[in-house]
């Protein structure tokens, strides 16, 4: 990252790079000034933070299978409303800019979920719709999703053939 320069070694950086007294002030005053304004982080807090948001994340999910299992319906069904349930609300708390407050709070906690997932589609094509549909959304909502969609269906695709060469040779 950055390298702060001490006092005792400013003068020595003034004698090893033969620049000026001047210069070796500017360097010093650059390097309080950057570390002014570079954030510090907390690991364990943002840990706790990711930890807590993730977590209520899953148990909205897991209130929603219950809901939906009391109604009767069956566990694949309960989990596929549950999706669509967690992946509206999380679109709708995009669109009234909620949700990237969540994220920024709750850093991975926030994004690793199906919710970051709706969020990372949905915010470039809000982001993008004055551009146009076509150039606009059509061109940009997979700028962030596209990556995940195209390792996900390639790794699926490796695995698969695995599996399926696995079977051709006896190991499954």
């Known amino acids: 990252m950055f390298e702060y320069v001490k006092e005792s070694e400013e003068i020595d950086l003034a004698k090893e790079k033969k620049i000026s007294p001047l210069k070796a002030e500017e360097q010093k005053a650059y390097n309080e000034y ?13 840990m706790a933070k990711a930890f807590l948001t993730g977590g ?29 349930i ?18 920024t709070f709750g850093g991975a906690g926030a ?7 709706a969020n990372s589609v949905a915010a470039p ?10 150039f606009g959304i059509g061109c940009k ?9 195209l390792y996900g269906i390639f790794s699926s695709w490796a695995l698969g053939l695995g599996y399926w060469v696995g079977k051709l040779i006896g190991i499954f």
Not at 67 to 83: A, E, V
Not at 90 to 103: D, H, Q
Not at 141 to 149: D, E, H, K, S
């Open 56 to 84: 209520i994340i899953c148990v909205v999910g897991q209130a929603i299978l219950q809901y939906c299992g009391s109604l009767g319906l069956d566990k694949d069904t309960s989990g596929s409303w549950c999706s669509l």
């Open 86 to 103: 967690l992946v509206l609300l999380s679109v709708v708390l995009t669109g009234f800019n909620i949700y990237p407050k969540l994220a």
């Open 125 to 134: 094509s809000i982001e993008f719709k004055k551009e146009g549909q076509v």
């Open 141 to 149: 909502i997979f700028t962030i999703a596209g990556p995940v969609i």
């Open 34 to 46: 950057v570390k002014e304004v570079t954030p510090t982080h907390s690991l364990p807090k943002n």
């Open 111 to 117: 994004l690793v979920p199906i919710t970051g997932f």
